[in-house]
């Protein structure tokens, strides 16, 4: 108890033993994970041994420091230390063999990660030692920076060759970002310890201003090797992860399989319980015994024996079998028939294999196979070994008389020593065949020829098969020969040509039915193979084209221009172009590749053609760029907006300070408003810009937008004047949408204004609303993505816009008007604000016929539409006598804000940075208000500083301001309770009506007047 009043009392023990207590838990976690792979298993058994023996030999140091220097626990911590940095070293050197797989290297000396590299250390170690004496000191120095420090900086070396090498494998497991932040923290881990290592009052104690000098370096190890921690068992849960669910997919492809292998299995595959009851049957069982799917429930396997073969159990070959099967034993043979549905009985081949787990007897499986094809076949052997294995014929020309033999018999399925004549053996054929067998016979007797046929045959029981028929002269018999042959079953070899060639065909459907062209070229350039894509292309039929050179059937150009590429494939190498040409009078952009085809011996015989249409693929790739080019734009605009809201709050809050004191002198108060005016359209241009960029401030609510565009007819009509005429069209079941009112009836305004000006003021302009639900296809021309839209669409009847100029009128600045009647914003702003809703913008626009701009709004969730909230400009600056802390790195906004703030009657503080403001809130000044600008620059922005003031004060109130900020930062305001947002610039009205609301806000009871 002792011991802990001390550890906790002092911040240097306490440091130091939460250290070793984060490394005793990583090695605690490592060590009750399984290593993922073999190649990982060492090391990461090797990092949890790391983790251990480091946490302890910190914990060593922590007791000296609590109970005093104690030599044996001293060198029982150096000794540790040392043991871990050892552990590291050697974890480093398979991490890093691991990551370049290079698995035959850890026993190699000559290696760089070798064994050799622990004999270094080692040699090292010693050396060191004697150089520098056998003395604490020099082991101390040893394990601390001559192991423990080169450990870790190898193993920051080791985490960043696996990320490089294993980059791709480790993002899809979901582990780089744990292996850098391991490498990272690793590194600045050797740092720290290094310095640490190297003030040797700090590590025995010896000093307590060292040791108060030192807390935040301690401080700063801990926090690293926290970091290392929490790296290296989030890369091992990651890893874990990845493995269970590879094993879950590997046992799901498993099962998948099985089940097809049983299903498509030929032989017969039964399961039986204890009892001899069959619990499942595959296809093919229930197919070989007669059975339908599911018939052989209740069905026990003795019924499926023949009773009748050999005893009551069917025979000897039925005992063995049922008792293997009661005695869980295996057991194989052919010795046995099934009895099928229908009475008939089968020979079969069977295996009959028990199922046991855990000593256990569940049941047994028998799989089976009629056997009776294979012992006809085994008879049929016999006789065609006899006689040639073929069917044998003989004709005598004297007699007329032919001979056939037992096998001849057979392919025809006639009874051996039925009498055939010629003319019946003919009639035999099937119809097309007969002339031909005929004519050869007759040629044969007469002329002596030879003759060789395959004919189909329908037999005496129609069976249909084909025969090789052979015949030769081998005997004169007056004017007539003897002929002689064979018959020859040639029915599998026709139905394995057929399934090849169905095969064939199916594979040249399949290439005729890719959208891809497809050929193939053999080493002299002539086509051998080509697709239905290239019949289409070269609108010739396929005939045509195999057998022609390439250079007959192409351009003279084109030729010229693949013709280098086709020698490169020629000599073995992988070719791939693109070359543009025209098809249908529309240019076309077409991707080649070149694949050789290289036989065994390494010679090219010919080569591939893969020919793919890009123009589509290209097209959507400069649509990437615009979209990305778009929105380096907007960065580049917000950037311009905060600087130029900076300057004109400072400009706009001087003048309306200005405007009071001036009132009496007509003619300055009149330059003053001036001014004032124009620093208002100067603000209202920044907000576009800001409306571009999309990091302006929304305040989306549901709305009808039926009925928001109908409140704006009078504004529009006139916006546009007497001689446009206005129509409106809105769809009678509306959707509701999420978006900014205001923002929403400015964006119609501008259009209007647009259509106006593109109509010089005479024209009609067409307003009309709908639904519209996007599918995938068009809104990926937008990079945008399907579902139901709100869509306002808003036509004009003025000049329209050229082709070429469509692409670029969402850019800010850009405008078709003359010299100073547009500043290029309108259209960009609508741009902007429509994206930031969620929405996108289609424009159809035809030189002479006019423009229509139809805004993609998405359909909100909710149905019920929120009702809008009309508000009055307040005209008057309320003020009081609560203190504001007034925090902007602008000196010239800061001044201009606090001078506002005097002369309300607030009491003022300032800050510049958001530390300066931290310390004003840390110190017990009464402060009511925290008025901060969102960006600055530093580690404490707007939101981080207003975080750490809630903190010290909890119920401070809180008030932004901001030109610029992106939707992270918006997101971060949003989170922080109890405050409010100004956008800049403002006017002093707003600004001073603004504090009092949030001053008047109810959040906390009692004001913080003082520091909590």
């Not at 399925?413 to 054929?429: M, Y």
């Not at 007469?446 to 046929?453: A, I, K, Q, Y």
């Not at 809180?958 to 409010?980: H, M, N, P, W, Y």
Request: charged share 25%; net charge negative; proline share 3%.
């Amino acid at each position: 108890m002792e011991f802990l009043t001390q550890l906790v009392k002092d911040n240097l023990e306490l440091l130091s033993f939460a250290y070793g207590l984060v490394f005793v838990f990583m090695g605690a976690a490592l060590a009750g994970q399984r290593a993922v792979g073999r190649s990982l298993q060492m090391p990461v058994w090797l990092l949890a041994a790391f983790a251990l023996s480091h946490g302890f030999g910190e914990w060593l140091f922590t007791w000296t420091l609590v109970r005093g220097d104690f030599a044996p626990v001293a060198f029982t911590r150096i000794a540790v230390i040392a043991g871990s940095g050892v552990l590291l070293i050697e974890y480093s050197r398979r991490l890093a063999l691991a990551a370049i797989d290079e698995s035959r290297s850890p026993s190699s000396f000559g290696h760089p990660l070798g064994p050799g590299l622990q004999v270094f250390v080692g040699l090292t170690a010693i050396v060191f030692i004697g150089v520098s004496g056998f003395s604490f000191a020099s082991f101390s120095q040893l394990a601390w920076l001559g192991l423990l420090v080169p450990g870790l900086l190898l193993c920051t070396l080791a985490f960043a060759v696996a990320a490089a090498k294993k980059l791709r494998w480790l993002r899809d497991v979901g582990g780089l970002h744990y292996v850098i932040l391991a490498a990272v923290s690793c590194g600045l881990l050797s740092l720290v310890t290094g310095f640490a290592g190297f003030d040797w009052r700090v590590v025995f104690g010896a000093d307590v201003a060292a040791e108060a000098s030192a807390l935040p370096l301690l401080f700063g190890r801990l926090l690293v090797a926290a970091l290392f921690a929490v790296a290296v068992v989030g890369l091992m849960g990651a890893l874990r992860r990845f493995d269970q669910s590879n094993m879950i997919q590997a046992l799901e492809r498993a099962n998948k399989r099985n089940r097809g292998i049983l299903d498509t299995a030929g032989e017969g595959i039964v399961e039986l319980d204890t009892t001899g009851q069959v619990m499942f049957a595959n296809p093919a069982a229930t197919r070989l015994l007669g059975y339908e799917t599911g018939d052989f429930s209740n069905t026990y396997f003795r019924a499926l024996l023949d009773q009748d073969d050999d005893g009551p159990d069917g025979g000897g070959a039925g005992k063995k079998l049922l008792g293997a099967i009661r005695n869980g034993e295996p057991a194989a043979g052919d010795d046995q028939r099934f009895v099928c549905r229908d009475g008939r009985s089968i020979p079969v081949e069977y295996t009959c294999t028990p199922v046991i787990q855990e000593g256990r007897l569940l049941g047994t499986v028998v799989t089976f196979s009629d056997i009776s094809h294979r012992l006809r076949l085994t008879r049929l052997i016999k006789e065609t070994q006899r006689i040639a294995q073929v069917g044998g014929w003989e004709l005598d020309p004297s007699s007329g008389k032919l001979h056939w033999t037992t096998e001849t018999y057979r392919i025809h399925d006639l009874s051996p020593g039925t009498r055939v004549s010629v003319q019946q053996a003919v009639e035999h054929c099937r119809k097309g065949y007969r002339e031909a067998l005929q004519t050869a016979i007759e040629r044969g007797l007469s002329e002596g020829r030879e003759f060789d046929l395959e004919v189909e045959l329908e037999t005496g029981e129609e069976r249909r098969v084909w025969v090789r028929v052979r015949g030769k002269a081998y005997e004169r018999d007056g004017d007539r020969y003897r002929l002689s042959g064979i018959y020859q079953d040639i029915t599998e070899r026709k139905k394995s040509e057929r399934a090849l060639r169905d095969s064939r065909e199916f594979y040249e459907l399949i290439l005729d039915t890719i959208p891809i062209r497809i050929a193939y070229a053999n080493a002299d350039e002539t086509i051998g193979y080509l697709n239905h894509a290239y019949e289409q292309w070269f609108d010739k039929r396929r005939s045509e084209l195999v057998g022609a050179s390439i250079s007959d059937i192409v351009s003279a150009e084109a030729y010229r221009e693949v013709r280098p590429r086709i020698k490169e494939v020629l000599f073995g190498e992988n070719v791939s172009f693109k070359v543009d040409t025209e098809r249908d009078g529309e240019s076309r952009k077409l991707e080649i590749h070149y694949l050789p085809h290289v036989s065994r011996n390494g010679d090219v015989k010919g080569f591939f053609s893969v020919t793919q249409d890009v123009t589509e693929h290209d097209a959507l790739e400069e649509k990437l760029v615009q979209a990305q080019k778009m929105e380096a734009m907007g960065q580049l605009t917000g950037g311009v907006a905060h600087d130029f809201n900076n300057l004109l709050g400072v400009i706009m809050g001087n003048l309306q300070l200005l405007e009071r004191p001036l009132r009496d002198d007509p003619k300055l108060h009149r330059k003053v408003r001036t001014a004032t005016r124009a620093a208002m359209r100067g603000a209202d241009l920044t907000q576009r810009l800001l409306a571009f960029s999309r990091h302006q401030r929304l305040e989306p609510k549901v709305v009808d937008l039926n009925g928001l565009i109908a409140g704006l007819d009078e504004l529009v009509r006139r916006s546009l004047g007497e001689n446009v005429d206005v129509a409106t069209s809105f769809s009678g079941k509306l959707w509701p949408t999420l978006i900014d009112p205001g923002q929403l009836e400015n964006a119609m305004v501008n259009l209007a204004i647009n259509a106006r000006d593109a109509m010089e003021g005479c024209g009609e302009l067409a307003i009309s609303t709908c639904n519209e639900k996007v599918d995938a296809e068009f809104a990926s021309r937008f990079s945008a993505v399907a579902g139901d839209y709100v869509v306002v669409s808003v036509a004009d009847n003025g000049s329209g816009i050229p082709e070429e100029y469509l692409d670029r009128v969402f850019q800010p600045f850009f405008t078709t008007k003359e010299v100073g009647k547009g500043s290029g914003l309108g259209l960009s702003m609508v741009y902007g604000f429509v994206e930031q809703s969620g929405g996108f913008v289609a424009i159809d626009s035809k030189v002479g016929r006019g423009t229509d701009i139809r805004l993609y709004l998405p359909r909100a969730a909710e149905e019920s539409v929120e009702p809008r909230e009309e508000t009055a400009m307040h005209r008057f600056m309320p003020g009081g006598d609560e203190t504001v802390l007034v925090v902007d790195d602008e000196d010239d906004v800061r001044e201009t804000v606090l001078a506002l703030m005097d002369e309300l009657g607030y009491r003022t503080l300032a800050a510049a940075d958001g530390a300066a403001a931290l310390a004003i809130v840390a110190s017990d000044e009464p402060i009511d208000l925290l008025l901060t600008d969102v960006m600055m620059p530093g580690e404490l922005d707007g939101p981080a500083l207003a975080e750490r003031t809630r903190e010290v004060r909890p119920g401070m109130k809180i008030l932004f301001t901001s030109g610029f900020a992106d939707g992270k930062v918006l997101k971060r305001i949003d989170r922080i309770s109890g405050s409010a947002l100004i956008a800049k610039p403002y006017r002093n009205e707003e600004l001073a009506l603004r504090i009092s609301q949030t001053l008047d806000e109810d959040g906390a009871n009692e004001s913080q007047s003082q520091s909590t």
